[in-house]
């Protein structure tokens, strides 16, 4: 119930900074070039190297897949064929990132889960009254200053790529907890240790929209997916959204307020519903998943060959996670490479080859040099701890 | 399988697929530098890219052997018999699926495909199997035929036409 609310406040401040920072955002973003595209793709990828908290040599591999994989089919300004696989045609239509990201995050993830739990369903008996809801209504006031601690937090990191909602909601508890009158209570019992990363992560939901609206550039595998549903709908997110879409665009923000409502009812009024279909047998849920994968694949394209891309797709991204190698920059590697290798060819073209023409702009010098500076923070942490540590034993 | 002998193998064939990748780029003749007049050619960035990607393997093989990832050092199963038969037989079922489409059509497919978990995997009653049987090709009918007009694999020529006189039903009366 407490988180309930606590994600219904965070989602509705978040909305309303959204509102506020969006348009100031987009007109800025109207300066950028394709040098400072390239610069802000490049940050969005060293984001995940340096704050990714991932395997270094394996995230930047998984990177660099999703952008070679991007590139399979006709090359965007020369128009030849390339990366077609043992001369099959249908490689040359390329491969749709919905293949990628249903074989990602259906199939793999079913696997990982069928992994995880074993097929066994892990429940607890929940009974809620409508008694007991009014009760914790009331309640409200002993939370409301984490929630808004939570949703402020939540809202900023969320608008950096990679950072997302479990790290805002890490922060927000930790903040709340640092300025709680009783912080020896959290996670002894004490709701606000509930609202604060409740309100936090749904906070950055609505946060990670604001690059991908503005800049065009996703903060997370949601959003990137929601970046290429908008290019299949034949809309270019970014600054000139708001120029040529207003209706699009304010409508979408519109939406978010009305489903932010929508949502907290349905999560008051339905969880009994939510807590049934969770328990249903793997041996229903399963099937049902699957089938609405490979026919959700098949819809769009029209091809059984891209639904045995996506099986495959789906069964090696599982067998790498088992190994530690993270999906999501694969998956926003996948959306933004078409974008990034566009940019950067037209960078290299308007300068006649030149590659200081990333560093030789203000906006776009910024960006690399905090892209260069996120990249090398592993090694500067790693260095500080070693020396932390030397000086200790001395 | 150990988890470290899987990550050793990860990474050799990461590190093949990457070169492998470079090859198809050299074997397809696409230009890996810049051409006069046109800009950088179509295989600078697959090319590059690939070249970090052989890279990144190399520093993942590196660290197996100096033990400097948990995995490296873990000698638990990569796959135990349990999560093998689990996952093992969903991948094949997808597989089943998948060529079961091709051949008889996406609905007996669909229907051969539920049974098998929800009567022979998940032993349920025959009237939930039946419900499931029946009831998902008429949803997916209805979803994706019906509402969604997409035209789904009917298989082989002879389920084709067997599957025609609903479509025709359809038409005639609805």
């Given amino acids: ?37 390239f610069a802000l793709m490049l940050l969005a990828f060293a984001t995940f190297i340096g ?50 990201a249903i074989g990602i995050y259906g199939i793999g993830e079913m696997l990982w889960t069928l992994e995880s739990t074993k097929g066994q369903i892990k429940m607890h008996n929940v009974k ?111 600054p000139l959204l708001f120029q040529e879409s207003p209706d699009f665009v304010w409508g979408l923000i519109g939406s978010m307020y009305v489903a932010n409502v929508v949502t907290v009812l349905l999560n008051l009024a339905l969880i009994p519903v939510f807590i049934r279909v969770l328990a249903m047998p ?18 769009t394209t029209d091809r059984m060959f891209d639904t045995w891309i996506m099986l495959f797709i789906g069964v090696v991204g599982y067998l790498m996670r088992k190994l530690n190698y993270p999906v999501a920059p694969a998956v926003l590697a996948i959306v933004l490479g078409p974008l990034a290798e566009r940019s950067m060819r037209q960078s290299l073209i308007s300068s006649q080859g030149d590659i200081t023409t990333f560093v030789t702009r203000p906006i776009s010098l910024t960006c690399v040099l905090l892209a260069l500076l996120l990249v090398s923070y592993p090694l500067i942490q790693r260095y500080t701890r070693k020396r932390k540590a030397a000086a200790a034993t001395e | 399988m150990t988890v470290r002998t899987a990550e050793l193998l990860m990474g050799i064939v990461t590190l093949l697929v990457s070169l492998g990748l470079m090859w198809n780029v050299w074997a397809d003749g696409l230009r890996i530098d810049w051409v006069d007049g046109r800009g950088p050619g179509a295989g600078v960035w697959p090319f590059w890219l690939s070249l970090g990607m052989a890279l990144a393997s190399l520093a993942t093989l590196y660290r197996w ?32 699926l998948l060529v079961m489409m091709t051949y008889i059509g996406t609905y007996l497919a669909l229907m051969v495909f539920m049974f098998f ?27 994706f035929e019906v509402a969604l007009t997409k035209y789904l694999p009917k298989g082989l020529p002879i389920f084709e036409e067997g599957f025609l006189w609903i479509d025709n039903f359809r038409y005639e009366w609805f």
């Fill in chain 1, 51 to 100: 704050l990714g908290g991932d395997d270094i040599p394996k995230t930047i591999f998984s990177i660099l897949l999703g952008l070679v994989l991007a590139a399979v089919g006709f090359d965007i300004i020369s128009g030849q064929p390339r990366m077609i696989f043992f001369d099959m045609v249908e490689f040359q239509r390329g491969i749709g990132f919905l293949v990628l």
């Fill in chain 1, 282 to 299: 793997f041996t229903l849920l399963t099937p049902i998943i699957f089938v609405l994968c490979v026919l959700g694949v098949f819809a």
């Fill in chain 1, 128 to 238: 809620i009254t409508w008694a007991r809801m009014k009760e914790n209504f009331g309640e409200i006031g002993q939370y409301i200053n984490s929630t808004w601690v939570g949703s402020f937090i939540g809202f900023f990191v969320g608008t950096l790529p990679a950072a997302g909602a479990t790290p805002a909601a890490l922060m927000s508890y930790g903040l709340s907890k640092t300025f709680s009158k009783d912080p020896d209570s959290y996670g002894k019992g004490n709701i606000s240790g509930v609202a604060a990363p409740e309100a936090a992560n749904n906070a950055a939901s609505t946060g990670s929209m604001l690059p991908m609206l503005t800049l065009g550039i996703p903060g997370s595998p949601t959003t990137a997916i929601l970046l290429g549903g908008m290019i299949i709908w034949g809309l270019r997110p970014g």
């Fill in chain 2, 65 to 96: 052997y100096t033990g400097a990832t948990p995995e490296s050092r873990s000698d638990a199963a990569y796959i135990d018999s349990d999560t093998l038969f689990l996952v093992g037989i969903a991948a094949f079922m997808i597989f089943a």
């Fill in chain 1, 1 to 37: 119930m407490a988180a309930a609310i606590a994600s219904f406040i965070g989602g509705t401040v978040s909305i309303i900074l959204f509102t506020m920072f969006a348009p100031p955002l987009a007109v800025f973003a109207l300066k950028f070039g394709p040098q400072e595209e």
């Fill in chain 2, 117 to 143: 978990f929800v009567r022979l995997l998940g032993k349920h009653s025959w009237g939930m199997t039946a419900g499931f049987v029946i009831g998902t090709p008429i949803f997916i009918y209805l979803l």
